[in-house]
Every structure is written in structure tokens, then in C-alpha cells.
């Protein structure tokens, strides 16, 4: 059964359509990459999946089960409840991580952990001390954000995401505001979290790491799944136009 999934999804901004019928199912332990170009609708489909942006159409589901309750006109309508549960099991990594700038390293992982999941100060500083070791970092537990490169910030945020336990997690990008010297410390951060069975879908152009880490790759183009197989397949193999050129363009 799927971690997640969505189902038929459509999504317009003003006129225009963004998501055309979107179907995507995610497997516990399997890591998705989604390519495509700017604009094709890859962070809009994350945002999908945690219903951070509400579909116009269509259907998302968490272990099976069909989120929010019908409306009359064909919509789905979410209570505050079921979108706080389901946005603590969907764990997300932006392109720009907010950490708290006034709040050490595990102090920011703590946050999350104090006030959602309402852990004592002890519990909260052990768990985040053991997901900073996780990610490499547990010398720094005691530094601010500001004392740390873009790649520690991000995998701070990396870790802070994993302390909440979430059944997935979302990465929008993670590695593109960085130096170039730093993106490959958080793709090796993202290879060991694929490798030890965590659930993933990963917005990236790094080819290398969906070739290597993917599962399986989706390509989008023009707010719909053009194709989509094995990293092989689609890297190496890709039956669309569009994708040979995205392919071109990124390597
Ligand atoms: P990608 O992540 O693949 O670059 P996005 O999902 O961010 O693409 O955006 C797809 C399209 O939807 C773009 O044309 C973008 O301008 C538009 N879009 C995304 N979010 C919004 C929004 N909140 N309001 C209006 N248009 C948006
Ligand atoms: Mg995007």
C-alpha cells in the first residue's frame, strides 16, 4: 500500500492550469525523483501532497485513505485537524531553510518537538542530539544557525524535519541555493536517508543523484506526468522530446 498519493489531481492559479490530472502513488521505502523544467509544476505537487495548496480537483490519500469530506460541487473540503495530523506526517525540505537565527542548532530541532509532539525539555534535546549525529552534526548542537555553512544549515533542517518521525519526506530543491562546494554533503545526507528505507519524493536537477539514489524517476512537463521508469529508463532511455531536451539541458 502507498505512503502517499494523489489521485486525478488538477490545480489552476487564476487561468491557468498548473496541474492537468496528476496520478502519483509513493511505495513505503521508495525514493521518487521529480524532474522537469521551471514552471512545470514540481513544487506545486509537493505542496499538494501536505495540502499546503488545495487541489481544485482530484484526491490525496495517506496510507490508503482518502483525505477531507465531499462537497457538493465534486471538491473536498479539510478540517484544520486532519491537515495538522497529515502535515506532522509529511516531513519537507525547502530550497531555503528557516532556521531560527536567535535559537541553537537543537534548540530549533526542539521547537517542533516541544510544542506538536509535547515532549519534555530532556526528551526533546536527546532526540534532537541523536538525529544531528544522524545527519553528521552533533558538534554542533550548541552553535547558531549563523556560525554554520549553507550545507550544515540545511542538513540542521534535514534533521529537525526528520525528528518529528514523519512517514515521508519532501525535498523542493534542497541542494540549489547552495555553494557549489556544499551540495554534494546534503546529497550524501539524501542518499543515506533513501538508503536506510526513509519514504522520498525529491524535486532536483542533480541527475547524478536520481540516477544513483531514485527508485524511480517521474518527468513532468506542462503540469502532467510525460513519463516515468526506472533511472535507466528515463535517463538514459527517454521516449519524449521534452525529456531528452530537460536531459540535455542538465547534463
Ligand atoms: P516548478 O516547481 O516545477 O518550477 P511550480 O509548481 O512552482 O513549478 O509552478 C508551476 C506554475 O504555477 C508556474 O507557472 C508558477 O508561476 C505557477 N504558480 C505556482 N504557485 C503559484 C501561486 N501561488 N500563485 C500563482 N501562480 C503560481
Ligand atoms: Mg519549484
Known amino acids: ?44 505537487i509537493l505542496r499538494t501532497l501536505n495540502l499546503l495548496d488545495l487541489p481544485d480537483e482530484g484526491d490525496v490519500f495517506l496510507h490508503g485513505n482518502k483525505l477531507g469530506q465531499p462537497r457538493p460541487d465534486g471538491t473536498r473540503r479539510y478540517r484544520e485537524g486532519e491537515l495538522r495530523s497529515l502535515r506532522r506526517r509529511v516531513g519537507m525540505v525547502f530550497q531555503h531553510f528557516n532556521l531560527f537565527p536567535h535559537l541553537t542548532v537543537e534548540e530549533n530541532i526542539m521547537i517542533g518537538l516541544r510544542r506538536v509532539l509535547n515532549y519534555s525539555i530532556t526528551q526533546a534535546r536527546e532526540k534532537a542530539r ?20 549553507g550545507g550544515q544549515r540545511q ?8 525528528a518529528m518521525d514523519p512517514d515521508v519526506m519532501l525535498f523542493d530543491e534542497a541542494t540549489s541555493a547552495l555553494d557549489p562546494e556544499r551540495v554534494s554533503e546534503v546529497l550524501r545526507t539524501m542518499r543515506q536517508l533513501s538508503q536506510e528505507g526513509t519514504t522520498m519524493v525529491v524535486v532536483t536537477h542533480e541527475l547524478g543523484f536520481a540516477y544513483n539514489v531514485a ?3 517521474v518527468f513532468l512537463h506542462g503540469g502532467r506526468i510525460l513519463e516515468q521508469g526506472t533511472p535507466t529508463e528515463i535517463l538514459l532511455h527517454p521516449t ?12
Open 1 to 44: 500500500m502507498s505512503v502517499i498519493a494523489v489521485r486525478n489531481i488538477h490545480k489552476r492559479f487564476g487561468n491557468q492550469d498548473v496541474l492537468k490530472g496528476i496520478d502519483l502513488s509513493v511505495a513505503k521505502g521508495e525514493t521518487v525523483v521529480l524532474l522537469g523544467s521551471s514552471g512545470s509544476g514540481k513544487s506545486t
Open 130 to 149: 541523536h538525529h544531528l549525529h544522524h545527519v553528521g552534526l552533533a558538534e554542533k548542537a550548541l552553535a547558531f544557525p549563523d556560525t554554520l555553512s
Open 215 to 217: 527508485d524511480r524517476v
Open 155 to 162: 542538513r540542521v533542517a534535514i534533521a529537525r524535519a526528520l
Open 240 to 251: 519524449h522530446a521534452p525529456t531528452r531536451e530537460f536531459l540535455h539541458a542538465h547534463t
